[in-house]
């Protein structure tokens, strides 16, 4: 079984920094793209960055220039270096993993983590 469990979550007032991580275990044999995504109380998932097997990267417009995905291969895990946090990005965050297991292309999620902006 797969899995991708997230951490770094946390409270952080406007102008703060976090960074989240998601490590992949289990039994598998090739990661491909990974990303984080998000979802506001109220809102839909939306995408917030991925990164493919090579390291390139795609942000969504409202957080370019403040978050930064990276990825370390060798131990399975992505990142998320968030900074100049705003109100509006308060969310659970998901990692998202496209995954080669038992020789079936599998699009995982992990369970999520909370970033809250706040004052």
């Known amino acids: 079984q797969v899995q991708l469990v997230e951490s770094g979550g946390d409270s952080v007032q406007p102008g703060g920094s976090l960074r989240l991580s998601c490590v992949v275990s289990?039994?598998?044999?090739?990661?491909?793209?990974m990303g984080w995504y998000r979802q506001a109380p109220g809102k839909q998932r939306e995408l917030v960055a991925t990164i493919s097997s090579q390291g390139h990267t795609r942000y969504a417009d409202s957080v370019k220039g403040r978050f930064t995905i990276s990825r370390d291969n060798p131990s399975n895990t992505a990142f998320l270096q968030m900074d100049s946090l705003k109100f509006e990005d308060t969310a659970v965050y998901y990692c998202n993993a496209e995954i080669w297991s038992d020789y079936d292309l599998r699009n995982l999620w992990g369970q999520g983590t909370q970033v809250t902006v706040s004052s």
């Open positions: 289990g039994n598998f044999a090739i990661i491909n793209a």
